[in-house]
């Protein structure tokens, strides 16, 4: 957890950009539905466009799709942190972060999640130190192949 080897525990989020049009958010869900589970997902409109921001129980499986349908997406590495349960924990992440000056760019609620305990998806400037920070302050910070785990009951996923 120390030093130049640490690697932050980091899930592969997808930002699919999509035209307004009736059905293309149907489309999407059922592609990666089929393929994979959906654990997260979060959509920001425009008038002409979205964009939708998704975590996958498999990210190879996930990207895979994306691509075989054409959608236009890019990657980026998220943290998910369990929230534990005590007062004001959202304030308790976004305190820790702010204390090392890390801004948050985007964040939502994870849909699946391993124990059943809420969490959060946050995509932040600096996923080593904000993974670190969050650790020492005792968060547990979820990984892929947790994310596997809570997918193993749909059918698409060789399971």
Known sequence: ?????????????????LENRVGRLTLLVRAVEEATGICGMSIEESADSALVRVICANSDAGRDELS????????????IVALPRRKEPLMAICTVLLSAEI?????????????????????????????????????????????????????????
Do not use: W
Request: hydrophobic residues 35%.
């Open 103 to 159: 801004n948050i760019h985007n964040a939502y609620p994870l849909l699946s999640c391993p124990g059943n305990m809420p969490a959060l998806v946050v995509y932040c400037d600096d996923s080593i130190l904000a993974s670190q920070l969050l650790m020492r302050k005792g968060y547990r910070l979820i990984g892929e192949s947790d994310l596997r785990d809570t997918g193993n009951s749909n059918p698409g996923n060789g399971n």
């Open 1 to 17: 957890e120390s030093g130049s080897g640490f690697e932050p525990v980091t899930v592969r989020q997808f930002t699919v950009f």
């Open 68 to 79: 075989s349908h054409s959608f236009s997406f890019g990657e980026v590495e998220v943290l």
